[in-house]
């Protein structure tokens, strides 16, 4: 059983459009994120939500807009897609407290054309 | 800001010899570290992770930390060509958040 699942894997889109990238956990982890990596394989932290609340909210555009329907999903909805949104978007979990290992989903390639 | 930051690399080793990598944080709140390795292509997993000062081993892999100085590293023991990929230091604090470096690309030679 995959812990950490994102759907879709691979996603190529035109600018202007609105997309969603889904993630699912089973692993019964209070904490989820997501974290987009560029080209330059920088593993950025966008959000986090801790039992379905925003606990971290960084300098994101608001063009990107997380949702927590209950603590083992978390989705990103992106709208007016432009092509500097194009990277790799990781989904990743961990349980509440502090040395805690984050477990991370395969990855979704987005690609803006 | 809080900066997590490794050499990008690509750093170049034999195969059998000793691979060193090494991490700086700025965050002197941080108090738990990690090492990821993420083959390309794939998602980062987790090698080890340390919070108290010292050293921590498991198997080939000994990880160093060091909070006076700020420093982190991962030494590879006997490193193999499976061994290359891109290895990820991250510093979490009380916040939640995970703060990775951009990564140092490492290339075992047989």
């Known amino acids: 059983d995959t812990a950490v699942s994102q ?3 691979y996603l ?3 600018m202007g459009n609105d997309k969603s990238i889904k993630c699912e956990q089973n692993l019964g982890h209070d904490t989820m994120y997501w974290y ?3 080209s330059k394989k920088f593993l950025k932290i966008m959000f ?3 039992n379905k609340e925003l606990i971290i909210n960084e300098t994101v555009p608001n063009r990107f807009s997380p949702k927590s329907p209950d603590k083992a999903h978390l989705n990103l909805h992106i709208n007016s897609l432009e092509l500097g949104d194009s990277a790799v978007y990781f989904c990743a979990s961990t349980r509440t407290g502090v040395n805690t290992e984050a477990f991370f989903g395969q990855g979704t390639r987005l690609t803006v054309v | 800001q809080k900066e997590v930051e490794q050499n990008s690399g690509p750093l170049s080793v034999p195969e059998g010899a000793i691979a060193s990598l090494n991490c700086t944080y700025s965050d002197r709140g941080s108090q738990s570290f990690f090492w990821y390795r993420q083959y390309s292509g794939k998602s980062p997993e987790l090698i080890m992770f340390i919070y108290s000062n010292g050293d921590k ?3 080939r892999f000994t990880a ?3 909070k006076a100085s700020q420093y982190v590293s991962l030494l590879i023991r006997d490193s193999q060509p499976s061994d290359s990929a891109t290895y990820l230091c991250a510093a979490g604090d009380s916040s939640y958040k995970l ?3 951009s990564g140092t690309r ?4 047989p």
């Open chain 1, 36 to 38: 987009k990596q560029d």
């Open chain 1, 7 to 9: 759907t879709p894997k």
């Open chain 1, 12 to 14: 190529v889109t035109q």
């Open chain 1, 48 to 50: 986090s939500y801790n």
């Open chain 2, 106 to 109: 490492l290339l075992v030679r």
């Open chain 2, 64 to 66: 160093q930390l060091n």
């Open chain 2, 99 to 101: 703060i990775f470096g």
């Open chain 2, 57 to 59: 081993e498991d198997g």
